[in-house]
């Protein structure tokens, strides 16, 4: 009894650690892709204004 206890317990623990790593990572790629839709937004938007900063020098 108590060795089938004790095999449940590691197995339980393997599977919360699994659980909590799984979780981690998850979190910290919805992290990464945040800061990367933001870094892409930002770059889009300052090509968009040296773009047009360019073109209305050219037009003076």
């Known amino acids: 009894?108590?060795?089938?206890t004790m095999r449940s317990f590691i197995l339980d623990t393997r599977i919360r650690l699994l659980g909590s790593c799984c979780a981690s990572v998850r979190l910290h790629a919805i992290r990464?892709?945040?800061?990367?839709i933001i870094a892409y937004v930002v770059v889009k938007d300052v090509v968009v204004t040296?773009?047009?900063y360019i073109a209305y020098m050219?037009?003076?």
Do not use: I, N, V
Request: charged letters at 5%; a positive charge; proline letters at 0%.
């Open 32 to 36: 990464y892709t945040l800061k990367a």
């Open 1 to 4: 009894m108590y060795h089938y």
């Open 50 to 52: 040296y773009h047009a």
């Open 58 to 60: 050219h037009g003076m």
